[in-house]
């Protein structure tokens, strides 16, 4: 059964920080590449960031460049999306998504982020 847990979310203050994970279970984490998502009311999901399986190559959409890191880790199955400098803009519920193309494109349940004062 395939897994994809998020944690990290809540309500920071602007200029703060959080750390999303993403623990993964019911298939070969190493070979999908990792994704961010994250959707705020009113809005479309929006990709935030990718990181391959392979060579680890990681993109950004322009508003998070700079400020979020995404990172995994294959040995505790397990992706991060390290996010600075947030701002009112950031909020949204974050969703992890797993993708390999044919075999299987897998999503978790989100978490909430939310920045205000």
């Known amino acids: 059964q395939v897994q994809l847990v998020e944690s990290g979310g809540g309500l920071v203050q602007p200029g703060g920080s959080l750390r999303l994970s993403c623990a993964a279970s019911g298939f070969t984490f190493s070979t999908y590449a990792m994704n961010w998502y994250r959707q705020a009311p009113g809005k479309e999901r929006e990709l935030v960031a990718t990181?391959?399986?392979?060579?680890?190559?990681?993109n950004y959409a322009d508003s998070v460049k700079g400020r979020f890191t995404i990172s995994r880790d294959n040995a505790k199955n397990t992706v991060y999306l390290q996010m600075n400098s947030l701002n009112s803009e950031d909020t949204a519920v974050y969703y992890c998504?797993?993708?390999?193309?044919?075999?299987?494109?897998?999503w978790g349940q989100g978490t909430q982020v939310t920045v205000s004062s």
């Open positions: 998504n797993a993708y390999r193309s044919a075999y299987g494109n897998f």
């Open positions: 990181i391959t399986s392979s060579t680890g190559w990681t």
